[in-house]
């Protein structure tokens, strides 16, 4: 068919001259892109056509469950929970894998209604997109694209490390290249985790199908893993060791040892372990029937995941009394020193190398889908959108993460990379928890958001002030007494809100049940996880964020702008006849 014609202005950043005139016209610009939203309509077809191609709805429930599984059961579990029961929590680590689970769920529900109204591969990104506008979406899925190319990249060196405790060597001694001149961090070459990351990158450049697969195959092997070392540890464990420290004098006992305050401190500790179904969200373009498989899939993986949790945590306290374990190995170092149980501690390492290689696989299928969507609102190059049209995967996007992911993985310290807990996902799932309860309350252009919007400030508010005062407040009377105001005063908000403000819309297949009140605990539990993390976590969110802004004000606006002026962002003169076609009839 003909070529449809459109007329076309000068692009930005066509010469020097024309740059400067656009960062002159910045302003005007930001005032007119960064707050623009869209719809669920064109997220679903104009903004989607920009790919050329679509991807194959491939997906069903189970394949949901295992890319899941795959993301969430990683190495974390392998290191958190060690350091959470000896420092924080005791044998009440149980409880906090629980109180986890529990914020996880709620996090998961606000992203299922999302991904089941709109069954796109962005995640995050579309989700604030047509909630609270271009600006907020790119700074958010921008850190979000960050966080996950370093924590693959640390998770990919992470791989040399426990695959040499599997197979008994010191490969972190003998398989890294240490350079003479680089700086310390930098200088040990890891071309093993070179190697997998770029292997993986190929697989999911080759078919989500197959990816999925692969990953159930692999999940199923790391749960076995699993089972193993839960079984073990009921069966070599003493259910005394849930109340009686090794070394009584010095450490305090029961089930409870450092109080309640030590649990949710531990649970924020291993919250970090169910990072990872987030990226399920980004395969809702995939999926055959995504009113029935999304919420099966999301809800159901952390369900499973957060059962198999919980049930290690109690292995491990009934193995070894808390005050005794290894804070960085626990469950390899349990049986590390055991007689003629040594064998155990290299099964372990087994395990946790297949639950590293799921967790990469599921990481690097989300942050390629989460780059094409951003792709495709222009505010990076446009040709990272792209879908391959022989295998439907975003491959552009994919090779490109392989590659920078590799390159960082090749050389920098996996301590240098990043915290084990990811500040840039809290802050997602924050948002997301926020933008569900205001796209129910508000329609834009027929519903005044400014109730809304003072609920949720109000809100945020008061979970901050309680966060403060848990963390810095003296323990007493006083400190209880404005926690439990603080927590009168959000129910009080929370119900005046729900009587007060009618819902300006219902969803059509699958919504948050409870609306305000569950999204509102997951903003309430977000906050208080994120009032845990260290200042070296906010010192890399803000520079990341700054160069977000400074990206989106130098490039992104005017590139959207052109965009936009050129014909609501579809510049079809890019694609060929056939791929035209399909695109006008989606």
Known sequence: MEKMKETTIVSSFSTSTAYFRALRDTPRRLGQRATSVTTTHDEMSRVRARSGSDMVRALRWPDLIGLGLGGMVGAGVFVSTGRAARLYAGPAVVVSYAIAGLCALLSAFCYTEFAVDMPVAGGAFSYLRVTFGE??????????VMEYVFSNAAVARSFTAYLGTAIGVATTDKWRITVAGLPE???QIDLLAVAVVLLISLCICYSTKE??????????????FIFFIIIMGFWRGSFKNFTHPADPAKNNGGFFPYG??????GASMVYLSYIGYDAVSTMAEEVKDPARDIPIGVSGSVAVVSLLYCLMAASMSMLVPYDAMDTEAPFSAAFSGSDGWGWVSRVIGV????????SLLVSMLGQARYLCVIARSNVVPAWLARVNPSTSTPVNASAFLGVFTASIALFTDLNVLLNLVSI????????????????????????NPVPTITFLVCFSTISVVFTLIWQFSPAGRTKAVLLGGCIVAAIVLMQAFHLLVPQARKPEFWGVPLMPWIPSVSIALNVFLLGSLDRPSYVRFSFFSALAVLVYVLYSVHASFDAEENGHHLNTSQFDDATDAASLKV
């Open 424 to 447: 840039g996902t809290l802050f997602v799932f924050y948002m997301v928890a926020n933008a569900v309860i205001y796209r129910r309350y508000v329609v834009i252009g027929s519903t």
């Open 185 to 187: 961090g930098f200088n």
């Open 351 to 358: 395990g946790a190398s297949f639950g590293i290689l799921t």
């Open 135 to 144: 600006f907020a979406a790119f700074l958010t899925g921008a850190n979000l």
């Open 211 to 224: 990816s999925s697969v692969l990953n159930m195959i692999l999940t199923g092997i790391h749960l076995a």
């Open 260 to 265: 309640i305050s030590g649990v949710f401190v």
